[in-house]
């Protein structure tokens, strides 16, 4: 019986590779009849995975590196399994990386048939993401179970999808914002130009790095997310319910990906219609049908319903951190229509409004975590924490979809104005792209509510590794670990924050300089040099992203060897309480900045061009290192740590 779950469970990942494959198929034999937006496409397409080999370039050695050194220190088993996740990141990543820069234009000139057929071929390219990252991550730990037989071993494979996350969403992040910050300092605000006027030599940069950051990052970042919350719980369900422990999560992930592949019918709009509305309705069915996989599939493996709702409140709380969000960064609420308003005073009170506004959602979401924990807890122990983690994860397929959905549309909305389309199909786009930051938000929204769920079911899994039982605060080394936790991830952001400056001053120099003496840019008859703009970020974003992912790296085995593995707990505990809200803080203050500029440029407030609008620009400038470099990688920095304290716990007692 255990062979035939097993067997289920390979198969809903084979069906979602299958479906990944299909839908790419669809995408690649839709013919785009415009010789202008094929040449963009291809030049993003180039300009993205010219980035990614250079950036895999770097992180595959340093992977065989550390999988040598697991090797000796740990074991052969471990080593390799660590090995085994970091490629399969890295492939879930190039997968998703693939398909966006292929669907973008795709989006746009399919704007020419409809708001239904745009949001579709977006959709649609976006679920390859969803769909390849839980397929290729329910694939990989199956065969590295299948091999070793052994779930503690196979937790190597969760540090090493995590470690090419952490490089990826950091350098990602520091490629894209600093582009973007670039674009919109010097174009929008100096020049006066629009977003994505060709005339901005950051504007291909720009676009390429909606794609790295917010497709290879973000998929890098739910993958590891997703395959650390499935191998936490079998790690510590062993012990509780013997091998069914093992399996559930594998068999509840897995039912998760049919009820992905059913909620994605549901995302159709009719023309005129509302495409959040769509998008929001695919994640409501596909919670549902999860819910109701989870109901019976309790039943028949474990005999009660006991775990039943440790499960459905994960679920349920994912889905609700998913609405606060939309609540908090949404143009259609009050939060960013007020920090728009603020813009008639100033960048000042943007600013300080958008701070106000990312630190009040940090209140909702917390308290939720907060009932998970409890309720998980109340019915079944830290297994049963591990298992909300793994129920709020189990939608991963549908919530990637709909979040990797937003760069391609605002790829698509980048190509038609540089393509000088007509009113009517850049209207088209706008709306889907602005419906893409709110989903965006979401997406980053369940990414962080699972990091602290899933970092909780990891930190059980190292006291369960190292006996520890309590940890004393009456001990100076516990309290110093504690601090150390809590400061990791300010220092964290702050370098990876200094990173995205730098590499902006940088861009801001060469866009300026191009602006200056290339002749005829302003006129539309001088082409600017984009390839300068794209090796400006690439560079940086490779040079920059060493020093914050050493650090996460480091810090767990210099605490646990040097003070002890009590510290060590400390220092986890400290990083997931400061972590988890820092990130929901920036996260969503970026967001609302984004939206709060979005919303003056529909016309309100003095609309594009006026003092308020400049204001609004100010503050997404603010807002972009926030919610797209340092928020989202602090909840891969909370779980790498706890990761790695898992992996290496018998170095530490």
Not at 62 to 83: D, N, Q
Not at 463 to 485: C, E, R, S, W, Y
Request: aromatic share 8%.
């Amino acid at each position: 019986m255990d062979l035939v779950w097993l067997l289920l469970v390979a198969v809903s990942g084979v069906l979602a590779l299958g479906y990944a494959f299909h839908s790419y198929g669809r995408i690649k034999a839709f013919v785009v009849e415009n010789e202008k937006i094929v040449e963009l496409s291809e030049i993003i397409h180039k300009g993205a995975m010219a980035f990614l080999y250079r950036e895999y370039r770097w992180l595959i050695p340093f992977l065989l590196i550390v999988g040598v050194a697991l090797w000796f220190m740990i074991s052969p088993a471990s080593s390799i399994s660590f090995v085994i996740g970091g490629l399969c990141s890295a492939a879930a990543g190039y997968a998703g990386m693939v398909v966006a820069t292929r669907s973008n234009g795709r989006t746009t000139f399919a704007a020419t048939h409809g708001m239904n057929s745009a949001l579709s071929m977006a959709f649609r390219g976006g679920s390859v993401m969803g769909m390849s990252v839980v397929g290729i991550g329910i694939v990989g730990i199956i065969v590295c179970y299948l091999i070793f037989k052994d779930a503690n071993v196979i937790a190597s494979f969760g540090m090493g999808a995590s470690t090419i996350a952490l490089f990826a969403r950091v350098g990602g992040g520091i490629y894209t914002k600093a582009a973007d910050v670039g674009a919109d300092l010097v174009g929008k605000v100096e020049a006066g130009i629009p977003e994505d006027d060709p005339r901005n030599p950051a504007v291909i940069a720009d676009n390429v790095g909606d794609n790295v950051g917010d497709i290879a990052g973000m998929g890098a970042d739910l993958f590891e997310s997703y395959v650390n919350s499935i191998l936490a719980a079998m790690a510590i369900g062993i012990a509780a319910y013997g091998i069914n422990g093992v399996l559930y999560p594998l068999v509840i992930s897995g039912f998760g990906i049919v009820a992905a592949l059913i909620g994605t019918s549901f995302v159709k709009v009719k023309e005129g219609g509302n495409a959040a509305k769509a998008l929001r309705t695919g994640t409501f069915v596909t919670g549902a049908v999860m819910i109701a996989g989870a109901f019976v599939i309790t039943m028949v493996m474990l005999g009660s319903l006991t775990l039943f709702w440790s499960v459905l409140s994960g679920v349920a709380v994912g889905v609700l951190i998913g609405f606060i969000t939309e609540l908090y960064t949404s143009g259609d609420y009050s939060s960013v229509k007020q920090i728009a308003e603020a813009s008639q005073t100033g960048p000042a009170t943007v600013i300080l409004s958008g701070i106000a506004v990312g630190m009040k959602s940090t209140v909702v979401p917390v308290l939720l975590i907060c009932v998970a924990t409890l309720v998980s807890y109340q019915f079944g122990g830290l297994y049963g924490i591990a298992c909300a983690a793994v129920g709020m994860l189990s939608i991963t397929g549908m919530a990637l979809s709909v979040d990797a959905y937003g760069p391609i549309s605002d790829n698509a909305g980048g190509i038609a104005e540089m393509t000088h389309m007509p009113k009517e199909i850049r209207a088209i786009t706008d709306k889907l792209d602005a419906v893409g930051n709110t989903t965006a938000a979401m997406g980053k929204g369940l990414a962080i509510g699972s990091a602290a769920l899933t970092a909780l079911a990891l930190f059980a899994g190292y006291a369960q590794a190292v006996k520890l039982t309590t940890i004393d605060l009456n001990n100076p080394k516990v309290m110093v670990g504690l601090f150390v936790g809590g400061m990791l991830p300010f220092l964290f952001s702050a370098l990876s924050i200094q990173a995205v400056s730098r590499a902006a001053e940088a861009m801001i120099d060469e866009v300026r300089r191009q602006f200056r003496e290339i002749p005829g840019i302003m006129e539309g008859t001088g082409r600017p040099e984009y390839e300068r703009c794209v090796d400006i970020s690439t560079s940086a974003a490779l040079k920059e992203m060493i020093v914050p992912g050493l650090l996460a790296v480091a810090s767990p085995v210099a605490i646990g060897l040097g003070l002890g593995a009590e510290a060590l707990g400390g220092l986890l505990g400290g990083s997931i309480v400061t972590g988890v809200m820092l990130a929901i803080f920036m996260s969503n203050s970026g967001g609302a900045w984004d939206n709060a500029k979005k919303y003056v440029e529909e016309g309100n407030y003095g609309g594009k061009g006026s003092a308020q609008h400049a204001a609004t620009v100010v503050g997404d400038t603010v807002g972009d290192p926030f919610k797209d470099t340092a928020g989202p990688s602090l909840n891969i920095l909370i779980k790498l740590m706890s990761v790695i304290a898992v992996v290496l716990a018998q170095l530490f007692v």
